[in-house]
């Protein structure tokens, strides 16, 4: 049995997938400490791990990270990540590490499991290897590792191949450490002085490359290939497929009183907007819902856990809204997913084959909806807030294009076919028990 500390940023869509990992260990029998923020101490304490309080410096409500740090609004794609990254993340990256220090003071642990954007993790690692933990990063995000074929992440950028693609690259990278992200990397360096009197070792966005592993909740179809990706790096799948039950019980949404209309005799276009950036839905759910008002499909609305009167006015005759639905049910169900890009939910949907309409520039979301568009199975409006028409012209191309879905039915099927939380199980008891079970 490892003794294992999962670590999460107090941010629902970082908790979620790190809340299927921790009851994977726990059905496996190991014992598992679970530090993040006190509102989610109950879906800790469901999944059989013990909650740990993350300390109040480095606690805060995600739920409107707008109200919450009111210097990002209106910021997107490489200020809004250089925001984000600086003040929701790396800011309490001290008073993660001294909370892991405390925890590990009681209990030592044999694996530290932390999500991609966890600083005090990333600190954890400038640490002698014999004094601490293995640690293994997980993947909540899309691969954020440098390469010679890849831009620097946040720039939405897809590979370009050739000699000109890895110059590109090359001159990106440069400009991104020294010119964009430059305050940023001075505030890690910053925070690294103080606890080991060096700068931090790498590219702030490189960190996961010094983690003893890399478990990236995706599969290689959905990634961009690199011909330099470090052996560290795993490619699991995503962890919460199939509906994982949390104590033996599962979370379900009642079916709305129009459930029986989805027989079929329409295409089902499902729009969300998660249940973070739904605080504005004039940025896709109203776009979406003007935008194919007059066409000839059932749009299917959910609003994300909002009361389903906060969308204004009457909708039309083709538009039925549910606060929550339950996707094992109504994606085998969806012609079209239109969503911000979520790194969860555009799995879930890959998952059941269904193709995409993504709009989001915000946190990880530029990087997941230019991976949507460079797989094939959908098509990037390239906005936060996107058009009616916008919507509708490319719900329309999604419909009447095959490949759309036949893209997303061949990376469903390598989902299907992948592990999610049973691979990164086997991982972390290989790297306990080194000798015993399956060799990385």
Known sequence: MASVLVCSSPLIGHVTPMLAVAAGLVERHHDVRFLTGRQFERQVSDTGASFVALPPEADFDGSDLDKAFPGRVGLKGPKGIRFDVKEIFMRPGRAQLDA???????TPADVVLAGSLFMGAALLLTEPRPGRPAVINCGIVPLSLASRDTAPFGLGLPPMAGLAGRLRNRVLQTLTEKLVFAPVQKFADDIARQISGAPF??????????????AQFTVRAFEYPRSDLPASVHFVGPVSQGGRRISGKAIEAELPPWWNELDGARPVVHVTQGTVANTNFDDLIQPTIVGLAHEDVLVVVSTGGRPVDALAGPLPDNVRVASYLPYDELLPKTAVLVTNGGYGGVHFALQHGVALVVAGETEDKTEVCARVAWSGCGINLHTNHAHPNAVAKAVRAVLSTNSYREASARIGHEIRMSRGVDELVDLVEAVHEPDGGRRW
């Open 100 to 106: 892991i220090h405390g925890v590990l003071a009681e």
């Open 201 to 214: 070792p790498t590219f702030f966005m490189d960190w996961p490359r010094l983690a003893d592993h890399i």
